[in-house]
């Protein structure tokens, strides 16, 4: 079955960068998702790639694409310590006619001052 | 702008209690979910939406029913709450079936005694 995969945890000091890797296995997946989730909230998108692309830059955020390898990255550049929360992978899943979204375990980035 | 609302946000049961967590949206989306969230496991998709009288099955439906009679309402309903539903539970939506941005509610905290 469909299966997303991500470290656990990943500390990094305050302006350096940060990079959460992500492991998928649906290799039908169409758009790959990066959401971030404060403490006691809901998740944000934080931005997306689609399945044909391999990379796509968004001000500090970078996401790499490697389909071949099925795994996705993000990198934060300058990393803040607003960016401390938890980082979910999430992949599109096509069973029949509908679209789930299937998310990974989720990386909890710590950022040090 | 409400978005997905999402009541209540902390609920004590005891074992054998039922109970309905709301979810409500005011931006007319067609699909609508809901996720459970446990430490180190992610989000796991409980039951699904893609528009008003149609409901699906997700990863983990077991012990919880969903109905969806309107576009903006689709609350999750536990019949016979057990300790191991205790979890915070997250509704979202999004505009398409298939693709698209998936917003958030800010979750429900749920205890089972």
């Known amino acids: 079955g469909e299966d997303v995969e991500q470290s656990l945890f990943l500390s990094v000091r305050e302006g350096d960068s940060s990079v959460i890797n992500c492991t998928y296995t649906d290799s039908s997946s169409t758009y790959l998702y990066w959401y971030k989730q404060e403490p006691g909230a809901g998740l944000q998108l934080l931005t997306y790639i689609f399945s044909n692309m391999d990379m796509k830059q968004d001000q500090r955020l970078t996401v790499l694409l490697n389909k071949k390898d099925k795994h996705l990255s993000l990198r934060i550049a300058d990393t803040q310590t607003g960016d401390s929360a938890i980082y979910f992978c999430?992949?599109?899943?096509?069973?029949?006619?509908?679209?789930?979204?299937?998310f990974g375990s989720g990386t909890r980035l710590l950022v040090r001052p | 702008n409400a978005g997905v609302t999402q009541t209540p946000k902390f609920q004590v049961l005891k074992t054998g209690q039922s109970m309905t967590l709301q979810c409500a949206q005011d931006?007319?989306?067609?699909?609508m979910s809901w996720y459970r969230q446990d430490p180190g496991m992610g989000l796991r998709l409980i039951h699904y939406s893609v528009g008003a009288g149609i409901t699906d099955q997700g990863e983990v439906p077991n012990g919880y029913n969903v109905s969806r009679s309107t576009t903006e309402d689709f609350p999750l309903r536990l019949l016979s709450a057990a300790p191991s539903q205790t979890s915070v539970y997250f509704c979202?939506?999004?505009?398409?079936?298939?693709?698209?941005?998936?917003?958030f509610g800010e979750g429900s905290r749920l205890t089972v005694l």
């Open positions: 999430a992949e599109t899943f096509s069973m029949d006619s509908s679209y789930k979204l299937i």
């Open positions: 931006m007319n989306h067609e699909y």
């Open positions: 979202a939506s999004r505009p398409g079936v298939r693709t698209g941005e998936l917003f």
